[in-house]
């Protein structure tokens, strides 16, 4: 790997800390509050971003990847936390896949991250793109948390 490469994992694992620091005191019932005005939770927003990182993976490389299509209808693009089912993973069960996701990548990807593959609709042709638009995607949804968060606390 180059130092580009390498400041993009350092990036994948400084911000996947930062994300799973801040809902370290959040409670399962906490997470799964809808503050008035919002669609989503804290739940449903590490859902999504665990789903994003395969999906746009997938996207790309056309190659199966290790989550299950079901996230696809409890954690994407216009879903919301009303389709979720009992087979919906949990709070704490996403704080698990979200803390072993970096990793999994990594191993997977490490050596692959500038193989060209014919571009998606954004435009992205590497998984070294497909992971800094991830990267800067779960910070959009990092920042939807902490705000979730403050409109929790504002409820009660």
Known sequence: M?????????????????????????????????????????????????????????????????????FNGWFGFGTSPKQFTHETPTFQELIKLLTQQPDEIKGRYKDRLEEQFPPTEMGMHTIEQVLTRTIFHEGLHTGAILAIKKGLKLQH
Not at 31 to 43: D, Q, S, T
């Open 2 to 70: 180059n130092k580009r490469q390498k400041v993009l994992f350092e990036q994948l694992y400084t911000y996947r800390d930062e994300l799973l620091q801040l809902v370290e005191d959040v409670s399962d019932e906490a997470a799964n509050m809808i503050p008035h005005g919002w669609n989503n939770n804290i739940r449903w927003n590490l859902g999504h971003i665990y789903l994003d990182q395969y999906l746009w993976i997938h996207t790309l490389t056309k190659e199966e990847v290790p989550v299950s299509m079901c």
